[in-house]
């Protein structure tokens, strides 16, 4: 068996502030490196990680400096109402209030400042 040691989304940015207003206010993010191309989010226990990179960085192939589809970023938190609270106060766009789904999850939907569509949900 193959050895995995590490797995991180690295979210392609056109506003780096913007973005990591969105993920810090959201979640229990840190900042763990900042620069003008890269910033570095680490949650507090050190166990989850997420990047966002300047999308127009030279290590950002031209096929991928455009919008995301195809995929969506889920995140599984206690209290979806809680973050349904902090997207309406910070004006984060809602593209689906919280439903409760089929499989036994409350779900609400944002899209974060660059297009990626945000699922974020917790068991019912």
Excluded at 55 to 67: D, G, M, Q, Y
Excluded at 74 to 97: G, H, K, W, Y
Aim: glycine share 4%; with cysteine; hydrophobic share 40%.
């Amino acid at each position: 068996m193959k050895a995995l040691n590490r797995i991180m989304t690295n979210i392609c940015s056109d506003n780096l502030a913007k973005s990591k207003h969105f993920y810090t206010s959201l979640f229990d993010f840190k900042v763990d490196y900042d620069s003008d191309w890269f910033i570095h989010l680490i949650s507090k226990d050190k166990k989850l990680e997420l990047g966002i990179i300047d999308k127009s960085h030279e290590l950002v192939p031209t096929a991928f400096k455009n919008k995301p589809q195809g995929f969506y970023i889920t995140f599984v938190v206690d209290d979806v109402e809680e973050m349904l609270t902090i997207a309406e106060s910070e004006n984060f766009e809602i593209v689906q209030p919280p439903m409760d789904t089929f499989y036994g999850q409350r779900r609400l939907l944002l899209k974060d400042p660059d297009g990626t569509l945000i699922d974020i949900s917790s068991p019912i």
